[in-house]
């Protein structure tokens, strides 16, 4: 079977090894692509979100499956379009996507479906927002409804941060017509843990658990980015919680979706808050997380493109899915300055030396290759990434390899994996 994959990140690039390990994929193509696919897959240059054109592009090459990486895509209605056409697509119609895409949708799903999740309310007036911000308990979260890369959600300490950001998303348009209906919720407190699962639309197989590391800073520090790192399982969320987790937080939205005609095909992902009073989810992605995807696919131990096909067709069992025991840790490194302004064109050098090395692959994120030279292109440039018996040697691991590599300018933080490590020695 021939296999398109959309997308361009790190997550991609680790999706086209495991893919590119499957015996079912004849060609993999890569729309499109970046300098780590294009060792793997035929990069093909078209935008993840001209949906006409991949699906032309899937009829013209007999592809037998699309993967959608980012959800951008999937809210466009890739996945609808190419059902048209009868192609396969792992990853949901835009009515599902509507879960990472509109944030009061999301919440009214999960407060249909029962799923654990923070008091709110829903406002299109500037006005009866303002009035709602001036009585409810501090702090309290302010979120453009649309999606608005990653910078769409405010925790405000005081009622003035609370209308600012009012004033920010539905006054001044900030974010467009994505802040034109805002979610007011409450704060909750905890740890942060991502909880993925595999849907067929019936069927639901949970992954490992993850945990990411959003601030750019060591210790949680500066500004949000799309993750500094990551790693699988997650100490706050053991794997003997699994299946409790499945049928409190991804079960139920399944049901509630498909009873809606629209049964969820792909990756359904739940950001959680671990409070005192068990979890809540705090948002649903309708994709693998990014860098999440890398250290649970360095534990996949089955056959990525036999998943991802049962799942698209509605034949998923949980006998398909098998995991490594090994902890898994991936390591960002970036170009100094993201998230704000970085440089590009810096030579990559050491990868080949780094991937000598057993249980470690480099996943490619924001680089180009070009005659055999690997230059960045991107603020996340590589997601160095590393298998260990345990958390602190799967951490070991991936900074050794990450010494190996070098370009100028590299950031990366320090600490990652250091909270979970400190969880499991309490
Ligand atoms: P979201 O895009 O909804 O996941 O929000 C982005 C980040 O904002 C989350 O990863 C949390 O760190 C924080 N956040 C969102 N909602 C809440 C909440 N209700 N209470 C506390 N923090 C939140
Ligand atoms: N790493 C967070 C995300 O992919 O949404």
Not at 15 to 38: E, H, I
Not at 51 to 61: G, M, R
Not at 257 to 268: D, E, I, Q, T
Not at 369 to 388: D, Y
């Amino acid at each position: 079977m021939n296999v398109l994959l959309v997308g361009s990140g790190g997550r991609e690039h680790a999706l086209a090894w495991k893919l590119s390990q499957s015996p079912l994929v004849d060609t993999l193509f890569a729309a499109p692509g970046n300098g780590g696919t294009a060792l793997l897959a035929e990069n093909v240059s078209i935008s993840d979100t001209d949906t006409d054109a991949l699906v032309a592009f899937a009829v013209k090459n007999a592809v037998g499956l699309v993967v959608a990486g980012p959800e951008a895509p999937l809210v466009a209605g890739l996945s609808d379009a190419l059902a048209e056409k009868g192609i396969p697509c792992f990853g949901p119609d835009a009515f599902c996507a509507r879960l990472e895409g509109s944030k009061a949708f999301a919440k009214d799903i999960m407060r249909a479906s029962g799923v654990p999740t923070a008091d709110y309310r829903v406002f299109t007036d500037l006005e009866a927002a303002r009035e709602h911000v001036m009585n409810r308990p501090l702090p309290m979260v302010v979120k453009a409804d649309g999606l608005a890369a990653g910078k769409g959600v405010v925790v405000a300490k005081t009622r003035v941060e609370a209308a600012a950001a009012l004033e920010d998303m539905m006054g001044a348009r900030i974010f467009g017509a994505a802040g034109d209906t805002v979610v007011v919720e409450d704060c909750l407190i905890g740890e942060e843990a991502s909880f993925l699962a595999f849907c067929d639309g019936k069927t639901v197989v949970p992954m490992p658990s993850c945990q990411d590391h959003k601030a750019v800073g060591e210790g949680d520090t500066g500004p949000n980015t799309g993750g500094m790192g990551a790693y699988s399982p997650a100490p706050v969320l053991p794997d003997s919680e699994w299946d409790r987790m499945a049928k409190l937080v991804i079960a139920p939205i399944a049901r509630t979706l498909a009873a809606k005609g629209h049964p969820f095909k792909g990756v359904l992902y739940a950001g959680l808050m671990m409070t005192k009073d068990g979890p809540f989810v705090l948002e649903y992605n309708v994709r693998f997380g990014d860098p999440e995807c890398q250290p649970l696919l360095m534990r996949l131990d089955s056959d990525i493109a036999r998943i991802m096909l049962a799942a698209a067709s509605g034949e998923l069992s949980p006998e398909m899915v098998a995991w490594s025991p090994k902890t898994a840790l991936c390591v960002v490194m970036a170009a100094g300055g993201y998230p704000g302004t970085y440089p590009k064109g810096m030579t990559i050098s050491g990868i080949e030396e780094a991937d000598k090395a057993d249980g470690v692959k480099v996943f490619v994120a924001g680089a180009k290759l070009e005659g055999g030279t690997l230059s960045t292109t991107g603020g996340r440039v590589l997601g160095v990434t590393a298998l260990g018996d345990d958390l602190a040697q799967a951490q070991a691991n991936a900074y050794k390899a990450v010494s190996a590599v070098s370009f100028d300018k590299a950031y990366f933080r320090r600490d990652i994996g250091a909270k979970g490590i400190t969880r499991t020695r309490q």
